[in-house]
């Protein structure tokens, strides 16, 4: 969509377009019934007249409030979205029906209630479809799919949102990076081994949290068996991406090179022993009879003392 253009000046006044933001802010953080007693509309005009930090305040505002779909129902009915965010406003009524998919802007809605009140990640849950429109195919069989639209969306946003409601920073980052991903945790099942659990948790980096709570938010589904499993499914994922890094970040009980010192020491070639043997060191360095984290002169001391034991 195009950028918002500059009316000439003296041309409309804000106060309108800035009492109807200020409503749609109130309409989610204080009363939902105030949905049904809105202000004088604004023209685009009015709208387009607003600095675009006011925009972007009451909008930021209203987005982590308690009541945030009846906001949104205000910035639409308002007429703010048709003016500041189009690729939002696009959303509202497409879709045609359950059986082939559901009404996007209702999604978009309950996804966005559904997240954290955590200000990024409930930008990402307003945006995270804003490409749909764009990438709908129709099978045949009324299958539906929206191939790319992560990417797409992500493209949208960056070329287009984020300059007209001036996001930068922080926030332009995750919020970028969170409509570019949100499909990825859903794409988890138990047969990741470990390395792809790593591989994941690496690649969201610092992200990784908030994408996941918007993963869960995402999870709009009327079927309670298919909600529970997908919820199911992530919180899978966080608990094993907790618990493979607990594993890296465990310090090695015992120093790099010592399967060297020991090959050097006693002549053990490299083989199926050497490894018996440092298992065995690890083992009792696990039980106590070992101090772990000491220099490899310390275990080959140890080996020349406990040489029967092992063998050597």
Same mark, same amino acid.
């Given at each position: 969509?195009?950028?918002?253009?500059?009316?000439?000046?003296?041309? =409309?006044?804000?106060?309108?377009?800035?009492?109807?933001?200020?409503?749609?802010?109130?309409?989610?953080?204080?009363?939902?019934?105030?949905?049904?007693?809105?202000?004088?509309?604004?023209?685009?005009?009015?709208?387009?007249?607003?600095?675009?930090?006011?925009?972007?305040?009451?909008?930021?505002?209203?987005?982590?409030?308690?009541?945030?779909?009846?906001?949104?129902?205000?910035?639409?009915?308002?007429?703010?979205?048709?003016?500041?965010?189009?690729?939002?406003?696009?959303?509202?009524?497409?879709?045609?029906?359950?059986?082939?998919?559901? *009404?996007?802007?209702? @999604?978009?809605?309950?996804?966005?209630?559904? =997240?954290?009140?955590?200000?990024?990640?409930?930008?990402?849950?307003?945006?995270?479809?804003?490409?749909?429109?764009?990438?709908?195919?129709?099978?045949?069989?009324?299958?539906?799919?929206?191939?790319?639209?992560?990417?797409?969306?992500?493209?949208?946003?960056?070329?287009?949102? =984020?300059?007209?409601?001036?996001?930068?920073?922080?926030?332009?980052?995750?919020? @970028?990076?969170?409509?570019?991903?949100?499909?990825?945790?859903?794409?988890?099942?138990?047969?990741?081994?470990?390395?792809?659990?790593?591989?994941?948790?690496?690649?969201?980096?610092?992200?990784? *949290?908030?994408?996941?709570?918007?993963?869960?938010?995402?999870?709009?589904?009327?079927?309670?068996?298919?909600?529970?499993?997908?919820?199911?499914?992530?919180?899978?994922?966080?608990?094993?991406?907790?618990?493979?890094?607990?594993?890296?970040?465990?310090?090695?009980?015992?120093?790099?090179?010592?399967?060297? =010192?020991?090959?050097?020491?006693?002549?053990?070639?490299?083989?199926?022993?050497?490894?018996?043997?440092?298992?065995?060191?690890?083992?009792?360095?696990?039980?106590?009879?070992?101090?772990?984290?000491?220099?490899?002169?310390?275990?080959?001391?140890?080996?020349?003392?406990?040489?029967? *034991?092992?063998?050597?």
């Amino acid at each position: 969509m195009g950028e918002i253009r500059s009316e000439p000046a003296g041309a =409309a006044s804000p106060e309108r377009g800035v009492r109807v933001l200020e409503w749609a802010a109130r309409v989610s953080t204080e009363d939902p019934t105030l949905l049904d007693r809105p202000p004088a509309r604004p023209t685009p005009a009015e709208l387009r007249a607003v600095p675009v930090e006011t925009v972007r305040a009451h909008m930021d505002r209203l987005l982590v409030g308690e009541h945030p779909e009846e906001g949104l129902d205000a910035l639409h009915q308002g007429g703010v979205l048709d003016v500041w965010l189009p690729e939002v406003a696009a959303l509202v009524g497409f879709g045609d029906g359950e059986w082939r998919h559901k *009404d996007v802007w209702k @999604h978009t809605k309950q996804v966005v209630r559904q =997240a954290v009140p955590r200000l990024a990640v409930r930008w990402g849950a307003l945006l995270h479809d804003i490409a749909k429109p764009r990438t709908r195919s129709i099978e045949p069989n009324g299958e539906v799919h929206f191939f790319g639209h992560a990417e797409l969306g992500a493209a949208m946003f960056r070329k287009s949102v =984020a300059k007209r409601l001036a996001f930068e920073g922080e926030l332009y980052e995750r919020v @970028h990076f969170l409509i570019l991903y949100h499909l990825r945790a859903s794409q988890y099942d138990g047969s990741w081994t470990d390395s792809a659990v790593r591989r994941f948790a690496r690649e969201m980096g610092e992200g990784r *949290d908030d994408l996941l709570a918007l993963s869960r938010a995402d999870i709009t589904t009327k079927r309670p068996h298919r909600r529970k499993r997908g919820l199911r499914q992530i919180s899978e994922l966080a608990a094993r991406v907790r618990a493979v890094e607990a594993q890296d970040s465990r310090v090695p009980p015992l120093p790099k090179g010592l399967g060297n =010192a020991i090959m050097a020491a006693f002549g053990v070639p490299p083989s199926k022993r050497l490894g018996a043997i440092r298992d065995e060191l690890e083992a009792r360095c696990e039980a106590g009879e070992l101090e772990p984290g000491r220099d490899a002169d310390y275990y080959i001391a140890y080996l020349r003392e406990h040489a029967a *034991d092992f063998g050597l």
